[in-house]
């Protein structure tokens, strides 16, 4: 995917709405004025950053969570440590997490 991104071939955003219908994970558009630092440092800044995620959002017990890749069962456990609120997974693409990394943590 990132080689025909890189080519001009297909855009990053259309990469990962195949990834999100294929993996059955919601894709979500973030700017870090659409999160709160509170939530966003919700995490450990070392772990978020560590694992590609960026806390949204917290809603009726769950963690909303940015990420870029399908999340793996060892990163659920990973992030179980630190939350005992249920992980919900949205899909951004990498340039949008990357902003939210820099922006918020």
Do not use: N
């Not at 999100?20 to 659409?34: A, I, N, T, V």
């Amino acid at each position: 995917g990132e080689h025909l991104v890189r080519t001009g071939i297909v855009r990053e955003h259309d990469i990962y709405e195949a990834l999100c219908l294929q993996h059955g994970l919601p894709r979500k558009q973030l700017s870090s004025f659409d999160v709160p630092v509170s939530v966003a440092r919700s995490l450990p800044a070392d772990v978020a950053r560590l694992c590609r995620v960026v806390p949204f959002r917290v809603e009726f017990a769950s963690l909303f969570l940015a990420c870029t890749d399908v999340p793996t069962e060892q990163l659920r456990a990973r992030l179980r440590q630190y939350t005992t609120l249920d992980l919900r997974f949205h899909l951004v693409t990498p340039s949008d997490l990357d902003h939210l990394i820099s922006e918020l943590l």
